[in-house]
């Protein structure tokens, strides 16, 4: 069971290209869930889903997009990477609503 | 909305006790989950209050009263690898098509010397 996992674990960007993040949970989860984290601001959430098919914006999602075709992944897309967007992402799932979230080990993101 | 706070950094010795609160003001309330993270690492879930009252988990207990809108974590006798960040999340009261959305305090660093 290897939980959250997320690819890549580091990446660097020029400003203006693209890339997609990918989150793979194990666990059957319902609920799947996109954060980014900078110092001093805690988490905030950028996307989540309640299911397959489903996204829904969170309190940050300007510059970002999701997909979940698959119920096990949880794909975010940068598609025109801003200095602004350098931070820790994190990807979290959970089984349903009052339940903890369990989080992959982050990705980190430099755009220079 | 949410805002959720609690103090930005916290310094204790090993072996002594340190109390994190979190005060938060929502338009709906359910839950309250204390995480540790530490640096360079995931949040790990710590702990989950719904109703009034303390709930003790080995050295780490949390504290909630919904009425205040007040929560703190407890943790005694204090180890040098209880040094990390510990995040306040509150759940939002909602249908199911609202999800799950937690929303974070900053998180308060803490310092275990020895």
């Known amino acids: 069971n290897a939980g959250v996992t997320q690819t890549p674990k580091f990446r660097v960007l020029k400003t203006g290209q693209s890339m997609t993040l990918l989150c793979a949970q194990d666990?059957?989860?319902?609920?799947m869930y996109w954060y980014r984290q900078d110092p001093g601001m805690g988490l905030r959430l950028i996307h989540y889903s309640v299911g397959e098919g489903t996204t829904a914006k969170g309190e940050v999602p300007d510059g970002y997009n999701v997909s979940r075709l698959k119920k096990q992944n949880f794909l975010l897309g940068l598609e025109s990477a801003a200095p602004s967007q350098t931070s820790v992402y994190f990807c979290a799932s959970s089984y349903n609503p009052q339940e903890t979230q369990y989080f992959g080990p982050g990705t980190r993101l430099l755009v220079l | 909305g949410q805002n959720i706070d609690q103090p930005t950094e916290m310094t204790a010795t090993e072996g002594a006790i340190v109390q994190i609160n979190c005060t938060y003001q929502t338009s709906g309330f359910n839950g309250l989950f204390w995480y540790q993270q530490h640096a360079g690492e995931a949040p790990t879930f710590l702990s989950y209050n719904v109703l009034d009252g303390l709930e003790e988990k080995g050295r780490f207990s949390s504290f909630l009263s919904r009425s205040k809108g007040y929560s703190y974590l407890l943790l005694k006798e204090l180890q040098m690898k209880d040094s990390a960040s510990y995040l306040c999340a509150v759940t939002p009261l909602g249908i199911k098509a609202a999800g799950n959305k937690l929303t974070f305090g900053g998180g308060t660093r803490v310092l275990v010397k020895p």
């Open positions: 666990m059957n989860h319902e609920y």
